[in-house]
């Protein structure tokens, strides 16, 4: 399958990216089939630039975009938003679980302190 997504350019603490199109089992930085465009979170202005029709073609041709890209290309107003988020895992039941577990232990190394006080004296 073949994947548009971003590879990380630039200096420590200061990504750049381009967008690029890939092989979606190879890795973010390796050599990518075609380069699309770029985008920079720290530019005051032009922070995402692609080809759109070049995008237009990949995408034609069976490419997926990330959601990333997908969503950037939104933000600038290239394509419709029909983003779908991707699925969250529930948690929160396990950490109500996980919290409930916490006091009683420790409720029951409370009580054992309490126990050993009362035994010592």
């Keep these: ?3 548009i997504r971003l590879a990380r350019f630039g200096k420590k603490k200061q990504p750049a990216y381009r967008v690029v ?5 190879t890795k973010r930085n390796t050599l990518a089939l075609e380069y699309l465009g770029s985008y920079d ?3 005051k202005k032009d922070k995402f630039k692609i080809d759109q029709d070049r995008y237009n073609y990949w995408i034609e041709n069976g490419a ?3 959601y990333t ?3 950037l290309m939104v933000i600038n107003g290239l394509i419709k938003a029909d983003i779908k988020r991707p699925a969250v895992k529930k948690t929160e039941t396990k ?3 996980k919290v409930e577990v916490k006091k009683e232990k ?3 190394v409370v009580d054992s302190k309490e126990e050993k006080a009362k035994s010592d004296k």
């Excluded at 199109?21 to 089992?25: D, I, K, Y």
């Design 106 to 108: 420790a409720e029951v």
């Design 41 to 43: 979170p720290f530019a």
């Design 64 to 66: 997926q975009p990330t």
């Design 69 to 71: 890209v997908k969503s």
């Design 1 to 3: 399958m073949v994947k």
């Design 95 to 97: 950490k109500a679980e």
């Design 21 to 25: 199109v890939t092989n979606a089992r």
